[in-house]
C-alpha cells in the first residue's frame, strides 16, 4: 500500500507519546494560526481559481471562521483536556472516578472541495487539541487549493505528526485500505456510505459530515422583503456550493406570488442587473458540476435567472417556481445558484412534505409567529435548525453541528470537535486498602451479602412531589 509508510510513521510518533502534552499541542495550534496569517492572500487567491469564491465570502468562511475556531480551542483547551470527575456510589465513595479525554490515535481528515480550507482545518483542530497524530487528505477537485495544502501546511506542522495525502479516487481508496484509529469525512452520502464500509473493515469509528435537501417553509405571516433577503444570501453564497444553503422553499401559492418581486429585488441589490459582471458572485467548480446543475433549470416555471455560460462554469442565480416534487431538481441536492419552489397549503403539509423525505442536515423555517417556528420545529427532525434565517447557526462554535440518518452522523464545531476526536475513557482509581468493604461481593454469596449489595450500589429513584 502506497500510504503504509506514512501511516506507520504517524504512529510511531503518537505511540512515543508526542502529541500527548499540552504545551505540544499549543505549539501546535498556534503554528496553524500562522498558516492562516501567512498565506492568507494565497488562500484566497487559490479559492478565487477554483471556483471563482468571491474575497469576502472566502475570508468570512476560510479565514475568519477558522480563526474563530482556532481561538476558541485555545483559550479554553486547558479545561477541556481536564479529567472530568463524576458521582460515585456508597462503595466507591473513598477512590477516585472520573473520565479522561485520550486522544483516539492517528486519524485520517477526508476534506471536501466547496470550502476546501475551513472543512479540512476545522476537524484538524479538534484532531491536534485532543492530540492525534493526522493524515489530512484535501479535495482534488479544487485543485489550486489542494496545491497551496500539500506544498505549504508541512512547512507549519510536525511532520512526524501530520501529514498532508493528495489524489483522486484511486490514491483515497487505497488510503482507507490502512488501519486508522479514527475517520472524518465531509462529503456526499453516496461517498459517505463507501467510506463507512472502509472503517468497518477495521471496526473505525467515524465522524460523517454529508449534505441533503434542507427545506425552508415560509408561512404567510412574515417580512417578504427580509426573507428574501435572507433566502438569496443563503442560497447563492459560493454560487448555492454549501452543504446547509437552503434547498428549496415550501410556502403557499399566496407567498409564492410575493417572494417572486422580493427575491428579484434581492437579487438586483446583491449582484447589480448582471451577476456575471458582479464580483461577487462565484462561478460552479468545474464542468461535471456545471453540466449537471444546468440540467436541473428545466425544472418547474422559470421565474428569474436561468442564464449560463459554459465557457466561463456559470450559472445566473436562478429561481424556478411551481417545482413538483417529482421535477429532477427535488431528486438529489442542488448544490448550485439556483432555488426551486414548491407550493403547498399550509404548515401542517410542510412538515407532511418534510418528514416524507430523509432527514436533511439543516432545516429552515420563517414565521412572524414564533409558534410556527416553533412547531416546524418541535415535528421534524434535522442536523441543525435556524429560524427566520439560514446558515447562520452554522457561525456559532457553541452550537454542535452535524447531520442525522442520510445526513451524516457525529458532530463537531468549537468543543464538540475536541470531544469528536476524542475517547472519553471512563476511569476508576481505587484505595489499594480497606478490603473488608470489598467482602460482600465475594463468594460464596449469600442473602445477607445480596442485601448489603444493594444497599451499597442501589440506585434510587427521587420521590415525586405534588404540590396541591
Known sequence: NPFAGVVQHLRTSWLSGRTRPMEYRLAQLEALGRFLDDKKEEILEATAADMGKPCFEAFFTEILLCKNELHQTLNNLAQWMKDEHVDKNLVTRLDSAFIRKDPYGVVLIIAPWNYPIHLLLVPLIGAIAAGNCVVVKPSEISKNTERLVAET???????????????????????????????????????????????????????????????????????????????????????????????????????????????????????????????????MVGDRAFQRVRALLSSGRLAMGGQTDEEELYIAPTVLADVLPTDPIMQEEVFG??????????????????????????????????????????????????????????????????????????????????????????????????????????????????????????VKRRGICTIL
Open 153 to 283: 501546511l508541512s512547512c507549519y506542522l510536525d511532520n512526524d505528526c501530520y501529514a498532508v495525502v493528495t489524489g483522486g479516487v484511486q490514491e483515497t481508496t487505497r488510503l482507507l485500505e490502512n488501519k486508522f484509529d479514527f475517520i472524518f469525512f465531509s462529503g456526499s452520502p453516496s461517498v459517505g456510505r463507501v467510506v463507512m464500509r472502509a472503517a468497518a473493515e477495521h471496526l473505525t469509528p467515524v465522524t460523517l459530515e454529508l449534505g441533503g435537501k434542507n427545506p425552508c417553509y415560509v408561512s404567510d405571516t412574515c417580512d417578504v422583503q427580509n426573507v428574501a433577503r435572507r433566502l438569496a444570501w443563503g442560497r447563492f453564497f459560493n454560487a448555492g456550493q454549501t452543504c446547509v444553503a437552503p434547498d428549496y422553499v415550501l410556502c403557499s401559492l399566496e407567498m409564492q406570488e410575493k417572494l417572486m418581486p422580493a427575491l428579484r429585488e434581492a437579487i438586483h441589490e446583491f449582484y447589480g442587473p448582471n451577476p456575471k459582471e458582479s464580483p461577487d458572485f462565484g462561478r
Open 337 to 458: 445558484p439556483i432555488l426551486p419552489i414548491v407550493v403547498v397549503a399550509n404548515m401542517d403539509e410542510a412538515i407532511e412534505f418534510i418528514n416524507a423525505r430523509p432527514r436533511p442536515l439543516a432545516i429552515y423555517a420563517f414565521s412572524c409567529d414564533s409558534k410556527v417556528v416553533n412547531q416546524v420545529l418541535e415535528r421534524t427532525s434535522s442536523g441543525g435548525f435556524c429560524g427566520n434565517d439560514t446558515m447562520m447557526h452554522v457561525m456559532l462554535t457553541s452550537l454542535p453541528f452535524g447531520g442525522i440518518g442520510n445526513s451524516g452522523l457525529g458532530k463537531y464545531h468549537g468543543k464538540f470537535t475536541f470531544d469528536t476526536f476524542s475517547h472519553q475513557r471512563g476511569c476508576l482509581h481505587r484505595n489499594m486498602g480497606l478490603e473488608p468493604l470489598n467482602a460482600p461481593r465475594y463468594p460464596p454469596y449469600s442473602q445477607q451479602k445480596q442485601g448489603l449489595v444493594t444497599a451499597t450500589f442501589e
